[in-house]
DNA sequence: TATTGTTATACTCTATAACTATA
DNA sequence: TATAGTTATAGAGTATAACAATA
């Protein structure tokens, strides 16, 4: 399956070179009318999807980063008034991260901006063409998180 | 087109968290028996692409990033024999930066192990979901780099 | 004077280690 | 003693500004 794969890896690489640097981060941000780093917009996006409030450990967990990382942002947000810190009623050592309403709005209008961006660049394709895109590209993530995930275990199983 | 376009997105984001962590770069490296950041493997990537020298200025470009940046990577690249700077014969300003052969073998290496996990993911996958994939992925990325690109310009045209 | 690239510097993102508090 | 989270620190990644040399 050569040529085509390549073709494949090339095109999700330049994918994600465009959409990961600071430059477009920056156009979400203006567009979004929010002031807020990377890290902050993952982790409101997060729990906008979560649905409800979510503890520090699996906030990281979801996002793929160390939970030293997560404190620092959530702490921020909390004094901006976009998070609120609740104990964990089912354990004193936690906290659930709940997004306030001001939070939620802008997470909502982030992820509104991207949409939008993949909306204009879709507008041309068939109904087809957007359902097969929608299909394939969740098993695709499904796959490659799953294969990556199998060989991190295997290379270093848990004790 | 709304919950069908949050599923692509969601399933896009997905894959670049993953993708994009440290530990999966660790991974590459490993597979690939390189010891190289990730700007390198980028550089030396992109440099194979081409299949040609090229300026700093068109490495910067190509991977969306100033041109220090690509100055301080090339520069110890150079160091460690990967790559060799060799003046543009066009412009006495410029450099060529080219590719040796242990570079070559290098960036090899490592995109053959991205393209192990991408063809390792798909090796279930009918052949005509491979090619409607790989035809899809491309437009995708055509289509949304174009239009981020125009919104770019429209935003802060050229004086 | 404009452009190619480099040097110097600083900011953002993320990880590791050491610590506190609860279980 | 193990676990959830925090504080402190350090390292990777990237940008901006000031500069050099050539066009």
């Known amino acids: 399956m050569g040529a085509e794969l390549d073709r494949t890896v090339a095109a999700f690489r330049r994918l994600v070179t465009t959409l990961n640097r600071g430059k477009t981060h920056e156009r979400l941000t203006e567009a ?6 990377r890290p902050d917009v993952q982790i409101i996006a997060y729990l906008l999807d979560a649905g409800e409030p979510r503890r520090v450990g699996m906030i990281a967990e979801a996002l793929q ?5 997560v404190t620092r942002h959530v702490t921020r947000l909390e004094e901006r008034g976009l998070v609120n810190r609740v104990r964990d009623p089912d354990d ?7 997004l306030t309403p001001e939070g939620a709005e802008a997470a909502v209008r982030c992820r509104q901006v991207t949409s939008d961006w993949f909306e204009t660049a879709l507008a041309e394709w068939s109904q087809e063409d957007r ?8 098993r695709l993530a499904g796959d490659v ?5 199998d060989r991190y275990l295997g290379a270093r199983p848990k004790p």
Chains 1, 2 share one sequence.
């Open 145 to 149: 998180c799953t294969h990556l995930a």
């Open 65 to 69: 980063v160390e939970s030293p990382h």
């Open 131 to 138: 359902e097969q895109l929608s299909r394939l590209m969740e």
């Open 92 to 98: 004193g050592r936690a906290w659930r991260i709940a």
């Open 32 to 37: 979004a009318g929010v002031r807020l780093d």
